[in-house]
């Protein structure tokens, strides 16, 4: 399996969430984890944003140990873009306002047959984007309730 960490799950990753962590580790080996640019970011403003620079540092830190757990950085390219193309023109034909950075993710997601772990429902309206979010345990953990 294959998986794009949303920006939402990145920041469960750093507060030590116990079910996304728990799911993290219990991953088989051959699993791999990735963000996009867009969400290194987001996570990167957040942590300009800090009130002060001792919060500043902290999040850096984790922002540091999280990069350790990704496997890669995935960038915005030409196909990338494609995807971000068809899908903000099915949302828009829809009537259906999503944030772009999450249409960026999902496009991304689009462009590498990846799984977006995610809470935030916007990805629900996107054709064919597969969703996963770790904050709950899984269907098959819970007997598919």
């Known amino acids: 399996m294959r998986y794009l960490f949303d920006t939402d799950h990145c920041s469960y990753i750093q507060r030590g969430h116990p079910e996304v962590v728990r799911r993290l580790q219990s991953l088989p080996l051959d699993a791999e984890v990735m963000t996009s640019v867009i969400t290194q970011a987001e996570l990167l403003a957040g942590i300009e944003q800090a009130p002060s620079a001792r919060r500043r540092e902290e999040l850096r830190t984790l922002y540091d140990q999280l990069l350790t757990r990704i496997a890669d950085v995935l960038p915005v390219t030409s196909e990338v873009a494609e995807k971000f193309a068809a899908v903000i023109t099915s949302l828009v034909r829809k009537g259906t306002p999503v944030p772009v950075n999450d249409m960026w993710?999902?496009?991304?997601?689009?462009a590498h047959d990846l799984i977006v772990v995610s809470q935030d429902g916007h990805f629900q309206h996107v054709d064919g984007l597969r969703i996963e979010?770790?904050?709950r345990p899984s269907e098959t953990e819970t007997g598919g309730q």
């Open 105 to 110: 993710i999902a496009a991304v997601a689009l």
């Open 133 to 135: 979010d770790w904050t």
